[in-house]
């Protein structure tokens, strides 16, 4: 039962507002609405709407200041007795049942190297507000933006070329890495979040701008990594006091796997994630499964290089299409339904060579990505995806599974153990079954009574499932749970490819002695 912290910087290093022995102010509830609710947008900032309970007034007093100054908000892990400091005074002096003394607890400043506390959200302070009279004290309700808003605020000329080739023209950079570089050169000027994107790496020039069109720098990164096969969303993600702007890969296949205990598990890049309980996880009464309006093809909106009389570089839209190759049945594809990405990248050369000789080269999507194009396509046509889903931290402990109260995405995981999971499709393969994660929703925090309630309402997204390794009788070995253990249908069954075996112990020969 961790409460939340607030910390806020003014500039002169952290403060917590709602530190109890510090007797500031009550943190007493906050709204995050974050993400997106469909894979064809790109996430805007995140918008904090909070409300603190000024005790003596000093909050109020400067409300003026409160604007532009930084928060985080964290939650610490569950409280040890080695945590309790000296300051919380002698056993006389606490006035709380034991069951209540871990929210005498404060952790450490966000900047402390030893800080175990889990940062949910990282923001600046918008202006306005309201402030009411409030017993003793005051009410103060603000909202505060995500720091991702530095990108969005970020519009200003890009880099230019001496060469006259790319005359009237900024953000002119012919690989990749180089505007991201200058991306995140810019962002560090400002002290905005920088952009990670370890593992796009991929081939092309992007588009330059003309001197007339000045793009957002968030828009700048959407449109830098939109045709690469993983189909990246971007997020700011808080760590302790820092954030990093990473993706979220919707078409990086993962692999499902069964432990020793029946759980079935998510492995993606060698990370290893347990099923979630449905049990734990609140729905609607009804379990209301949405039903996806058929996508049949991927249509990338990126750009033709062209050249004039004189060689000057400028670039046109173009478009490339990569459909579902015959994966979903002829009822979905009768009516052609695009998903459609907007990127910069270079993907036809009509310029008789001059892009090359300007250091350019273009991109255009190899069979492979094409085959990868289809399977995801097939994904999410093909799975119904529970329309409701809450992660309560009454039931779902935030010491244990973090991940799930963050204001980005989790990462890939599975719901065992639902209803749902007895659907069938007309391939035998289950209806809900299989990996998803989280692109958006609504962190929420409130008391209810006495206790500090976190509950985040997500929207999951289908992620495909690498299926190249079809598991059969005989790799499940000597699995060890019986059929009453795996909270799992026949049809679900089939989704896993790997099954832990249980660890082989050493034992004793006749006599006794170990060999």
Same mark, same amino acid.
């Given at each position: 039962m961790q409460k939340p912290f607030m910390f806020i910087d003014w500039g002169d290093g952290w403060k917590s507002l709602n530190d109890p022995l510090q007797d500031i102010a009550v943190l007493a509830q906050f709204s995050v609405q974050w993400g997106v609710e469909t894979a064809d947008e790109q996430p805007d900032p995140s918008v904090m709407?909070?409300?603190?309970?000024?005790?003596?007034?000093?909050?109020?007093?400067?409300?003026?200041?409160?604007?532009?100054?930084?928060?985080?908000?964290?939650?610490?892990?569950?409280?040890?007795?080695?945590?309790?400091?000296?300051?919380?005074?002698?056993?006389a002096a606490q006035r709380m049942p034991l069951n209540r003394l871990h929210s005498a607890y404060a952790p450490p400043i966000p900047g402390n190297p030893d800080s175990t506390a889990i940062t949910l959200?990282?923001?600046?302070?918008?202006?306005?507000?309201?402030?009411?009279?409030h017993k003793t004290g005051?009410?103060?309700?603000?909202?505060?933006?995500?720091?991702?808003?530095?990108?969005?605020?970020?519009?200003?000329?890009?880099?230019?070329?001496?060469?006259?080739?790319?005359?009237?023209?900024h953000w002119v950079t012919t690989t990749i890495a180089a505007r991201l570089a200058e991306l995140n050169t810019r962002a560090r000027e400002v002290n905005a979040p920088e952009a990670d994107a370890a593992g796009l790496e991929t081939t092309g020039t992007p588009a330059s701008y003309d001197t007339t069109d000045y793009p957002t720098q968030l828009?700048?990164?959407?449109?830098?990594?939109?045709?690469?096969?993983?189909?990246?969303?971007?997020?700011?993600?808080?760590?302790?006091?820092?954030?990093?702007?990473?993706?979220?890969?919707?078409?990086?296949?993962?692999?499902?796997?069964?432990?020793?205990?029946?759980?079935?598990?998510?492995?993606? !890049?060698?990370?290893?994630?347990?099923?979630? @309980?449905?049990? =734990?996880?609140? +729905?609607?009464?009804? #379990? %209301? *499964?949405?039903?996806?309006?058929?996508?049949?093809?991927?249509?990338?909106?990126?750009?033709?290089?062209?050249?004039?009389?004189?060689?000057?570089?400028?670039?046109?839209?173009?478009?490339? !299409?990569?459909?579902?190759?015959?994966?979903? @049945?002829?009822? =979905?594809?009768? +009516?052609?339904?695009? #998903? %459609? *990405?907007?990127?910069?990248?270079?993907?036809?050369?009509?310029?008789?060579?001059?892009?090359?000789?300007?250091?350019?080269?273009?991109?255009?999507p190899s069979e492979q990505n094409?085959?990868?194009?289809?399977?995801?396509?097939?994904?999410?046509?093909?799975? =119904?995806?529970?329309?409701?889903?809450? #992660?309560?931290?009454?039931?779902?402990?935030?010491?244990?599974?973090?991940?799930?109260?963050?204001?980005?995405?989790?990462?890939?995981?599975?719901?065992?153990?639902?209803?749902?999971?007895?659907?069938?499709?007309?391939?035998s393969r289950p209806a809900t079954g299989g990996a998803y994660t989280a692109i958006g929703g609504t962190l929420t925090f409130e008391w209810a009574d006495q206790t500090p309630v976190l509950r985040n309402e997500v929207t999951l997204w289908p992620i495909p499932l690498d299926t190249d390794h079809q598991a059969t009788w005989a790799d499940m070995q000597a699995w060890p749970p019986t059929w009453a253990q795996t909270a799992m249908s026949l049809a679900e069954l089939g989704l896993v490819s790997a099954y832990d075996q249980p660890a082989i112990i050493d034992q004793p020969n006749w006599e006794g002695a170990q060999p």
């Open positions: 709407s909070f409300t603190l309970r000024d005790l003596r007034g000093w909050l109020t007093g400067r409300a003026l200041t409160l604007a532009g100054a930084r928060i985080l908000v964290q939650i610490s892990e569950q409280p040890t007795w080695a945590m309790l400091t000296d300051a919380m005074g002698t056993w959200f990282d923001g600046i302070v918008s202006n306005g507000g309201t402030a009411t009279a005051w009410k103060l309700k603000l909202t505060a933006s995500s720091r991702l808003l530095l990108w969005k605020r970020l519009a200003k000329q890009g880099p230019t070329s001496t060469d006259v080739r790319w005359a009237g023209q828009d700048l990164l959407h449109r830098l990594y939109a045709h690469h096969p993983h189909m990246p969303l971007w997020y700011e993600v808080p760590h302790k006091d820092a954030s990093v702007i990473e993706y979220t890969p919707l078409n990086r296949p993962v692999t499902m796997g069964a432990a020793t205990d029946g759980t079935l598990t998510i492995t993606d !890049q060698g990370t290893v994630t347990p099923a979630i @309980p449905a049990s =734990l996880v609140e +729905t609607d009464d009804d #379990f %209301t *499964l949405t039903v996806p309006e058929p996508l049949t093809q991927i249509t990338l909106k990126a750009k033709k290089a062209t050249a004039d009389d004189d060689g000057v570089l400028s670039f046109e839209d173009d478009e490339t !299409q990569m459909g579902d190759r015959g994966l979903l @049945p002829e009822n =979905l594809t009768a +009516t052609q339904s695009s #998903f %459609t *990405l907007e990127s910069d990248i270079a993907t036809q050369d009509d310029t008789g060579g001059i892009l090359g000789r300007a250091n350019g080269t273009i991109w255009t094409r085959i990868a194009a289809a399977r995801w396509l097939e994904t999410i046509d093909r799975r =119904l995806t529970p329309e409701t889903i809450v #992660f309560d931290g009454r039931k779902i402990d935030p010491a244990d599974r973090p991940e799930l109260y963050r204001t980005s995405p989790p990462g890939v995981f599975t719901l065992q153990g639902a209803r749902s999971g007895t659907l069938a499709d007309d391939t």
